[in-house]
């Protein structure tokens, strides 16, 4: 049975899901998957939309504080821009994590 996906998940048939993997869960790693590419196309790598993709963040030449505070705002805004599925996007950055990707699904107020 096909599972739920992104439109080139589903057209590459990346999308089977496992009886006992859940809808949610299905979708979340959908979801993560897409960041993943996401957050390692460069800005201008795509001609068809130019500002798709983050800015070199080694680039930067500012202080750290300032350098972080910019990252996460790109970052921010690439991710609210371009994956639907997501909103009220915040970006932290945490040591413990250093060079994972996770995704949180916040508590209901």
Known sequence: MAGYGSLFERLAGETVRSANVSHEENVMASVA??????????????????????????????????????????IESFIERYEPRLSAVQVTSADWLFGALSIFKPDPP
Request: glycine share 4%.
């Open 33 to 74: 998957a897409h960041l993943s590419k996401m957050l390692s196309t460069r800005a201008g790598s795509a001609q068809a939309l130019p500002d798709y993709g983050l800015p070199d963040l080694n680039d930067m030449s500012l202080s750290l504080h300032d350098s972080l505070t910019q990252a996460r705002s790109a």
